[in-house]
Nanobody, 130 residues
Framework: QLQLVESGGGLVNPGGSLRLSCTTS????????VGWFRQAPGKEREGVSC????????YYTDSVKGRFTISRDNAKNMVYLQMNNLHAEDTGIYYC???????????????????????WGKGTLVNVSS
């Protein structure tokens, strides 16, 4: 059983940076693929970046490649999303999610999440605005 907790959201100017963090209040992330998903106002939720239990399996959606970096620190029970050069279009609620059984790759997790996801956090708001 996992209870996912996100933090690090806020208001930032275009071009600015934020680092989102995902941890657990119950359970550990070490054996779970973990993903960051976002939902912009009036839009469907989308997979932003996912990282499998094996570190070299990472996926980024095209719009964030070169700007966002996902990483995990199993010793600290944390998964991070470093977001640089933020655009207004990055505004939304960012959710951390984890599923131990369903997805064999990071790509599958980020692209096929709507078939089911074992655990979701409550989200953290990112607002990119001047």
């Amino acid at each position: 059983q996992l209870q996912l907790v996100e933090s690090g959201g806020g208001l930032v100017n275009p071009g600015g940076s934020l680092r989102l963090s995902c941890t657990t209040s119950e359970g550990t992330l070490e054996d779970y693929p973990v993903g960051w998903f976002r939902q912009a106002p009036g839009k469907e939720r989308e997979g932003v970046s996912c990282i499998h239990s094996e570190h070299h399996f990472i996926y980024y959606t095209d719009s964030v490649k070169g700007r966002f970096t996902i990483s995990r620190d199993n010793a600290k029970n944390m998964v991070y999303l470093q977001m640089n050069n933020l655009h207004a279009e990055d505004t939304g609620i960012y959710y951390c999610a984890a599923d131990q059984q369903r997805f064999s790759t990071a790509d599958n997790m980020c692209l096929m999440w709507n078939y089911g996801m074992q655990y979701w956090g409550k989200g953290t708001l990112v607002n990119v605005s001047s």
